[in-house]
């Protein structure tokens, strides 16, 4: 008897579990745009159209190659706005004699799954995600008995475990793991970055920016200029793109920021991997053959693989471990709401501006932006991890709850009381200085900390360290913060937390 594979729109690959063992002359592939999916948080335009355009490409190839799809375009009016709806309304007709899936990656959406055994009354078989190279399980083995966990360590044993730039002799390549210290360099326009790599939208894309812009005219960001890839044959050569021509510079030019850049020497891979088009060990082993045949050195190749060797697998596996409890975390008991500019733009801060307005017109924003602009700011003003973590979820290409979180949560906010990471990223305007170019062009000088055009992120910081001394002394890697706090004068002590003060009372101003 035949089965009813369900595959979700971030599951775009023949090499997920669900097809494992499916016969393409007998069983049915189930996929469908639904308003639930669409709608359970204000996603950017751009990440809709990449969505549904690669969803129906999908759907398209493997019709092409046999199997047999029921397809369910979006439309307001749809009867079924669920998944469930959707699988539930198939089951006479086909009479199937189970539902096979591959786990969510979120667990909203897994808790629901979990349930349909029962609502459905029809066998629910639901497997692993093998696209992962640590299993929910292995990196709960690792995790536990630990009471803080480092990704440092988890990525040596994901490097072991995979061989990924390691010698003959089982020893990291260059001699050390982490080549980090290399990659702090300011940007100063030379070497030129690279244009991203472009698709122009084909009739299907085409199709799917005017549903956007018809169904979804409230959605943040806009589908103008739309050029992702939403083929696994066009995200192959995104790959390759940024291999020629970004990766040698990725390492140097990592942290770094600018005024008329976009998207630097970053890869602008993460909305691919996440959904399906890019499998992640294979864009690790393509860097990893670039360093081998001398194509780029050292520092940027092991710094990219460590991101989604590292980061990417160690984040994954502390959201699975610590959900649901950790999306109620709020350790710094924060009480802020978000403010209104972080949906606009529309702030004098140069680098908050440029890092907002970059993603709302593209759907992304590098890491430091995420980390050290708009990041930093929601955590030195104390905004509710709650309300941050929903901005993030909902601007961004790449972003699903699984992988946003614990960045958010837990790397950003330090709302889990530093599970994730050892210190909190709290950064006044100096290091915004030292990493771009926005504070030449900003309204706000950051040479100055209390006067009326003073940077917002200098006082905000001493603030921030003056109200979570009790949370930070004797954290070590702050003591010294602690430290150059108490060594000011108090006139300048209260002048600073003065300011502070104004500007938390007036945010929605700057
Ligand atoms: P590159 O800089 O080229 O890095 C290469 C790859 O490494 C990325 O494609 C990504 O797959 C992986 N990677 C890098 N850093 C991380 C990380 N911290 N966690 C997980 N994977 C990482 N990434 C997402 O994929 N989705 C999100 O929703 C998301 N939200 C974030 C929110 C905040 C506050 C922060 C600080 C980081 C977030 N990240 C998220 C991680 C990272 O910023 C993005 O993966 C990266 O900017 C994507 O751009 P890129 O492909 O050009 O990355
Ligand atoms: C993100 C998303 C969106 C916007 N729309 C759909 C959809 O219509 N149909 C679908 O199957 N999947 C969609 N997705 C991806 C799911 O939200 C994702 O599979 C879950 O969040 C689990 O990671």
Redesign the pocket.
């Known amino acids: 008897m035949a089965n009813l594979i369900l595959i979700l729109g971030d599951q775009l690959t023949t090499n997920i579990s669900a097809f494992e063992g499916a016969d393409p002359g007998c069983d049915k592939i189930v996929m469908a745009e639904v308003h639930n999916e669409a709608s359970y948080t204000n996603h950017h335009k751009k990440k809709l159209v990449l969505l549904f355009s690669a969803m129906r490409h999908f759907a398209q190839q493997l019709e092409k190659d046999g199997w047999q799809v029921h397809y369910q375009h979006y439309h307001p009016d749809n009867k079924h706005q669920s998944l469930e709806g959707v699988v539930s309304s198939l089951l006479e007709d086909l009479r199937p004699e189970k539902i096979i899936t591959t786990e969510c990656g979120e667990w909203r959406l897994h808790k629901e799954v979990c349930h349909w055994q029962k609502g459905l009354n029809l066998p629910v078989e639901i497997r692993p995600d093998t696209r992962f190279i640590a299993s929910k399980q292995e990196f709960a083995n690792w995790a536990k008995g630990r009471k803080q966990l480092r990704m440092e360590y988890f990525y040596r044993d994901m490097r072991r475990k995979t061989g990924l730039l390691m010698s003959p002799e089982n020893s990291p390549e260059g001699g050390h793991w982490n080549f980090d210290a290399d990659n702090r360099r300011k940007w100063s326009g030379k070497p030129p970055a690279p244009a991203p790599f472009r698709v122009e939208p084909d009739a299907i894309t085409l199709d799917v920016i005017d549903l956007i812009e018809q169904h979804f005219p409230g959605h943040f960001g806009t589908t103008e200029d739309f050029h992702f890839a939403v083929t696994p044959e066009d995200a192959g050569e995104a790959l390759n793109y ?1 291999i020629e021509f970004a990766l040698p510079c ?1 390492g140097d030019y ?1 942290d770094a920021m600018s005024d008329h850049e976009d ?1 630097l020497f ?6 691919y ?2 959904c399906g088009l890019l499998d ?1 060990l294979t ?1 690790c082993e393509a860097a990893a053959r670039a360093w081998y045949a001398g194509q780029a050195p050292l520092n940027a190749v092991e710094g ?1 693989i460590r ?2 060797l590292g ?2 697998e ?3 596996g502390i959201y699975w471990l610590h959900m649901p409890g950790y999306a109620q975390e709020n350790r710094l008991g924060n009480t802020r709401a978000l403010p209104w500019f972080y949906w606009t733009g529309d702030t004098k801060m140069r680098c908050m501006h440029k890092a907002i307005d970059a993603t709302r017109r593209n759907a ?4 430091i932006q ?2 050290m602009v ?2 930093n700011f929601a955590l030195l003003a104390g905004v509710k991890p709650e309300e941050i973590c929903d901005w ?2 909902a601007v ?1 290409a ?3 709850d699984w ?2 979180l ?3 949560l837990g ?2 906010m330090h709302a889990d009381g530093g599970y994730l990471g050892s210190k909190p990223y709290a950064a006044s305007g100096k290091y915004i200085q030292r990493m771009s170019n926005h504070c030449a062009n900003c309204h706000y000088k950051v040479s100055k900390s209390t006067e009326p055009d003073a940077c917002p992120f200098n006082s905000l910081y001493w603030h921030f360290i003056d109200r979570h001394r009790a949370d930070f002394e004797r954290n070590p890697r702050m003591s010294m913060m602690y430290r150059n706090w108490d060594k000011q004068r108090p006139e300048k002590r209260e002048a600073l937390l003065n300011r502070a003060n104004y500007l938390l009372e007036h945010l929605e101003e700057l």
């Open positions: 940024f990725f990592q998207w970053h890869s602008i891979l993460s909305p991997i996440n992640p864009v990219f991101q989604i980061w990417r160690f984040v994954r992304y924003a590098h890491h995420r980390l708009t990041g993030y979820l961004y790449d972003a699903y992988v946003e614990p960045n958010v790397m950003v």
